[in-house]
């Protein structure tokens, strides 16, 4: 039997998922489940495990993210419940006044999403956004929007994250060098985006709506007594921290010789900066700051983390669901199918092109498959391949890794974990989120693209 075309492959399981999600209403999950067996059926491969490797992939994606969602959905429940939130809440509204609280999430996002993958970055910034709209009454898709922006725009192009990393290391770029250009690429697009934002998020009215996972929001926490600022902090603070110490160390200890007393710092920070024992530290706290507060009963303790479990495993099904979906278009060889509709004719083009290869490789491999870290690990592949001599490039090849970075928040949707953290813990409709949320990513890719190709023409490091 001839082997199908992969493109083929890919708009058949794009029109699946999208027909059942949106045209029949049919769940998420069983959706993207449905949507990952049309592709591995039409993929090459045994007959015997083209269902097999659906429920493999499926695994793989809950083993990764599995247990730092219900760890995070416990931490954010016991955080609203306990009063931690409204506490961190007021702070942020004192130092940036109610009228400007959006912004201190968007900065928040911005610079949290550095050393932190932007998953985490949202579990532990939700419950902010919807104690903020609570108390100010500001736009609650404005705030929930400008959170999110804020922290993928650094996700795909600041170092430590793993993506970035990746994409310096495949185009030979010096880390600190990708970290200032990052930055310096990735502000202005930040500016910009939070006017859109405003702009866009007033044209939508949207409520925020009840959700389990973060309990009663109906203002201050009840009996008017509400934990310190530090003990707020910490069960925020610690899993940032403990993380990005553990990358900052794997950093430095791989960066040369690494002496036994720094091997030793790497081991200690393994265990402590591990994501699901980070979380793990971070829900105990945030439950003994409950307890300690509020002496919640054991009933009111019990339901309160069935709930808010119950909640992450309706969000683990669908983001592993996605991840399956993923999977089985790489066993559909759609990489190779993308590469070989951009190699033919590029050799000779000069760097705007290449800026442009760049992004539009990362742009189709991130609405293939959903996931931005893969998406920057194939497009900076195939580029590196590509690229000519620095001199015919006309400036320094940071700038292309900053196009992959930015071409992999292109096209955010619904095979995309992201999408669906937004469209589930945020309250939102699928209809919704495509309308709100994919546009906004979408046009911080294409502005943050367009800002990097001008700083390559003013500003080319070469």
Same mark, same amino acid.
């Given at each position: 039997? %001839? ?5 083929? *492959? ?10 059942? /999600? *949106?045209?029949?209403? #049919?769940?998420?999950?069983? +959706? ?50 306990? =009063? ?10 004192? &130092?940036?006044?109610?009228? &400007?609280?959006?912004?201190? #999430? ?8 550095? %050393? ?13 956004? &919807? ?13 929930? #929007? ?10 795909? #192009? ?13 185009? =030979? ?42 309990? %009663?929001?109906?203002?201050? !926490?009840?009996?008017?007594?509400? %934990? ?24 430095? !200890? ?37 307890? @300690?507060?509020?002496?919640?009963? @054991?009933?009111?303790? @019990? ?5 808010? $479990? ?5 969000? /683990?099904?669908?983001? +592993? ?15 190779? !199918? ?11 083009? =000069? ?23 893969? !998406? ?84 080319? $490091?070469?």
């Amino acid at each position: 039997m %001839p082997e199908i075309h992969p493109l083929f *492959i890919l708009a058949a399981g794009l029109l699946t998922a999208v027909v059942l /999600i *949106i045209v029949l209403r #049919l769940n998420a999950f069983l +959706s993207l489940i449905t949507a990952s067996l049309v592709v591995s059926l039409m993929s090459p491969g045994a007959p015997a495990e083209k269902i097999s490797r659906v429920a493999e992939a499926f695994g793989a994606t809950a083993g990764k993210i599995g247990i730092v969602i219900a760890l995070a959905a416990v931490t954010g429940s016991c955080l609203i419940r306990s =009063g931690a939130a409204d506490r961190i809440v007021r702070f942020f509204v004192y &130092r940036t006044g109610e009228k &400007r609280c959006e912004v201190s #999430l968007l900065a928040s996002g911005f610079f949290l999403s550095i %050393p932190v993958f932007y998953d985490t970055v949202f579990y532990l910034l939700l419950p902010l956004a &919807r104690s903020m709209h609570v108390r100010t009454k500001k736009n609650y898709l404005l705030l929930v #929007l400008c959170m999110g922006a804020g922290a993928s725009i650094t996700h795909s #192009l600041v170092p430590p994250t793993p993506g970035p990393l990746i994409i310096a290391g495949t185009l =030979g770029v010096d880390i600190g060098t990708m970290i200032l250009v990052g930055i310096l690429v990735s502000l202005p697009t930040a500016f910009i985006v939070y006017f859109f934002i405003r702009f866009y998020a007033g044209r939508f009215s949207i409520p925020m709506r009840e959700f389990k996972i973060a309990g %009663p929001e109906t203002g201050p !926490a009840p009996g008017g007594r509400l %934990p310190g600022l530090a003990v707020s902090l910490l069960p925020v603070l610690y899993p940032l921290l403990a993380i990005s110490a553990h990358t900052m160390v794997s950093m430095l !200890a791989g960066a040369g010789d690494a002496g036994p007393r720094l091997l030793h710092v790497r081991a200690f920070t393994a265990l402590l900066g591990d994501p699901n024992a980070a979380m793990l530290a971070s829900a105990a706290m945030a439950i003994l700051i409950w307890i @300690r507060t509020k002496h919640p009963g @054991r009933k009111a303790f @019990r339901d309160s983390m069935e709930n808010a $479990l119950m909640s992450a495993g309706v969000i /683990i099904l669908i983001t +592993s669901a996605g991840g399956a979906f993923g999977a089985m278009l790489k066993a559909a060889r759609l990489g190779p !199918a993308v590469q070989d509709l951009f190699t033919a004719g590029t050799a000779g083009n =000069g760097g705007t092109a290449m800026l442009f290869m760049g992004f539009l490789m990362a742009f189709i491999m991130k609405f293939a498959q959903g996931s931005s870290t893969v !998406a920057m690990i194939t497009a900076s592949a195939m580029i590196a391949a590509m690229i000519p001599s620095r001199s015919t490039l006309g400036f320094h090849p940071v700038y292309l890794a900053a196009a992959v970075g930015f071409g992999a928040q292109c096209g955010n949707w619904m095979n995309d974990s992201g999408f669906w953290l937004f469209a589930k813990m945020g309250g939102f409709t699928e209809l919704e989120t495509l309308k709100t949320w994919t546009v906004t990513v979408s046009l911080m890719a294409v502005c943050g693209f367009l800002i990097t190709w001008l700083f390559s023409a003013v500003l080319p $490091l070469i």
